[in-house]
């Protein structure tokens, strides 16, 4: 796995997952805005359709830095759900500055941050880290 992107498989509908996750998040500390959501109907079997949404975290010192950054996803992370089976859905944080020091320096919370999130979506009924 890339230290910039972290990756786990819960073990419930992509509803209660969205909710695990949007909780997970707020009580981080995280602000939320949507980035994109939507149905992958062209990649499911006939009937079957599998949903998505993008979601921008930024911690509130971020903005303090909205100067030096370019967008949401610069000064905080990138949260992708998937409903990948019936009860499981994929979750991924990436986190694009990790790999820059100057940009991680300006916000370090933000790792420690996601840290923390994965750990509650750990608590919360993880079925396997991808």
Same mark, same amino acid.
């Given at each position: 796995m890339n230290p910039e992107e972290r990756r786990l498989i819960l073990d419930c509908g992509f509803d209660r997952a969205v909710e695990i996750v949007l909780d997970a998040c707020l009580e981080e500390g995280f602000t939320i *805005? *949507? /980035?994109? /959501?939507?149905?992958?109907?062209?990649?499911? &079997? +006939?009937?079957? &359709?599998?949903?998505? /949404?993008?979601?921008?975290? *930024? @911690? +509130?010192? &971020? &903005? @303090?830095? /909205?100067?030096?950054? *370019?967008t949401p996803t610069n000064s905080g992370c990138r949260v992708s759900l998937f409903e990948i089976a019936g009860s499981w859905t994929l979750v991924t944080v990436e986190i694009p500055y990790v790999c820059h020091p100057a940009t991680a320096s300006a916000v370090p919370r933000v790792a420690d941050q996601v840290a923390q999130v994965m750990r509650r979506l750990v608590d919360a009924g993880v079925l396997n880290a991808a």
């Open positions: *805005t *949507t /980035a994109g /959501a939507g149905n992958l109907q062209r990649c499911a &079997s +006939p009937g079957r &359709s599998f949903r998505y /949404a993008l979601l921008d975290a *930024t @911690l +509130p010192e &971020s &903005s @303090l830095h /909205a100067g030096t950054m *370019t």
